[in-house]
Each structure stands twice: as structure tokens, then as C-alpha cells.
T-cell receptor
Framework: RKEVEQDPGPFNVPEGATVAFNCTYS??????FFWYRQDCRKEPKLLMS???SGNEDGRFTAQLNRASQYISLLIRDSKLSDSATYLC??????????FGAGTRLFVKA | DGGITQSPKYLFRKEGQNVTLSCEQN?????MYWYRQDPGQGLRLIYY???????QKGDIAEGYSVSREKKESFPLTVTSAQKNPTAFYLC?????????????FGPGTRLTVL
């Protein structure tokens, strides 16, 4: 079993749709959680950190469920520019950061 | 402008040759990292350094070597011992080592071994 698992997609959605990604992790000692965005053939960039209480940044909402060991990312009112691969990232206190393989999103007009 | 630079963007080498990838940052970050990304896979950690003159092996260090003689620089050498070196190589840095800090990535180097 992979330490961090994501549905690879692709998710094909129309503009304006709401789309949700889930990510599961296997190490219960994980402490820090992030979502990164990676455009085609580019470097990953931090989209948002994920806090225990959940957090929102504009159209993006991240949730953490420690009991079930998964995190989620919700994108509301999808834009064409949201088309990218979304990477789930999980870290432990002992300096071990694991990147998921990513979920591809295509937003179409 | 502060950031991380990697050069070159594309690199072609013949099998059996060593090649060194450059990574420089002017963010005054203590920690630096090297990752490899293959199609359909997540980033895998090759080496990391939390401080000058110190570095640690990541999950896939075999066939690679690094140095950290200056805070700003963390070059990666892909040696002929690396069995499958063709990949997208990403360098990153963070303020401090440890899991809670955001990592900033350079634009990457695509290495193709012919």
C-alpha cells in the first residue's frame, strides 16, 4: 500500500462546477498536511496547508480527518485556470515528507 | 527577486557519463532538497540538507551524490551508477528543515540519458 494515495483521475468538469479530491495516508504519526498544485511540466507550488479544524482560501476548502486518515480538497466554481495536477503532501515530525502521485483536473468551457 | 534557480532546463547525456545539476537559492533558507519525478508517480526524495556541510540520504539516494559547501547552493551529481537516470529533477528549499515548513521548488531540470 502506498503511504499517500490519491485518485489519479483525470477529473473532467465544466466551468463553474464543484469538484472534490480525496487523499488517504497510512502513517498515523503524520503531523503536517498540504495541497500543492503542479501545472504541466512545471514545478509544484503550495496551494494551501491543511489544518485540523479545516481551512478555506477563496474557492478552495481543505479538510483533515485524522481518525480516518484522509484529507480532502474542495474547489468551488471551477475556472479554466484550475486545470492542473493536485498533489497531496503528508509529513511526519521525523522529517519524512511524502508526495502523492497527484490528481489531474481538466476544467472545460 | 528571491527564488530558486535550476540549470539547465533540459539536459541530454550519453549513458555512462556523470552529470551535475545546479540548484541555487537566494531565499536565505537553511534546508534544501532534491527530488525526482517520473511520469504518473509522486516526487521521491533523493537527498536533503538541513545545514551547510551536512546532508542526508533520502529514499532513492543510490547512484546520486550531493554537496553543500554554501548555504545558497546544493548541486546534484547523477553518476553512471544510477540505473535509470532519465527523469524530471526538482530542487526545493525551506526556511528550516522539518516537516512543518513549506517547500519552495525550482523550475526543474529534465534529464534525458541517451
Amino acid at each position: 500500500r502506498k503511504e499517500v494515495e490519491q485518485d489519479p483521475g483525470p477529473f473532467n468538469v465544466p466551468e463553474g462546477a464543484t469538484v472534490a479530491f480525496n487523499c488517504t495516508y497510512s502513517n498515523s504519526a503524520s503531523q503536517s498536511f498540504f495541497w500543492y498544485r503542479q501545472d504541466c511540466r512545471k514545478e509544484p507550488k503550495l496551494l494551501m496547508s491543511v489544518y485540523s479544524s479545516g481551512n478555506e482560501d477563496g474557492r478552495f476548502t481543505a479538510q483533515l480527518n485524522r481518525a480516518s486518515q484522509y484529507i480532502s480538497l474542495l474547489i468551488r466554481d471551477s475556472k479554466l485556470s484550475d486545470s492542473a495536477t493536485y498533489l497531496c503532501v503528508v509529513s511526519t515530525l521525523t522529517f519524512k515528507t511524502i508526495f502523492g502521485a497527484g490528481t489531474r483536473l481538466f476544467v472545460k468551457a | 527577486d528571491g527564488g530558486i534557480t535550476q540549470s539547465p532546463k533540459y539536459l541530454f547525456r550519453k549513458e555512462g557519463q556523470n552529470v551535475t545539476l545546479s540548484c541555487e537559492q537566494n531565499l536565505n533558507h537553511d534546508a534544501m532538497y532534491w527530488y525526482r519525478q517520473d511520469p504518473g508517480q509522486g516526487l521521491r526524495l533523493i537527498y536533503y540538507s538541513q545545514i551547510v556541510n551536512d546532508f542526508q540520504k533520502g529514499d532513492i539516494a543510490e547512484g546520486y551524490s550531493v554537496s553543500r559547501e554554501k548555504k545558497e547552493s546544493f548541486p546534484l551529481t547523477v553518476t553512471s551508477a544510477q540505473k535509470n537516470p532519465t527523469a524530471f529533477y526538482l530542487c526545493a528549499s525551506s526556511i528550516k528543515g522539518g516537516s512543518v515548513n513549506e517547500q519552495f521548488f525550482g523550475p526543474g531540470t529534465r534529464l534525458t540519458v541517451l
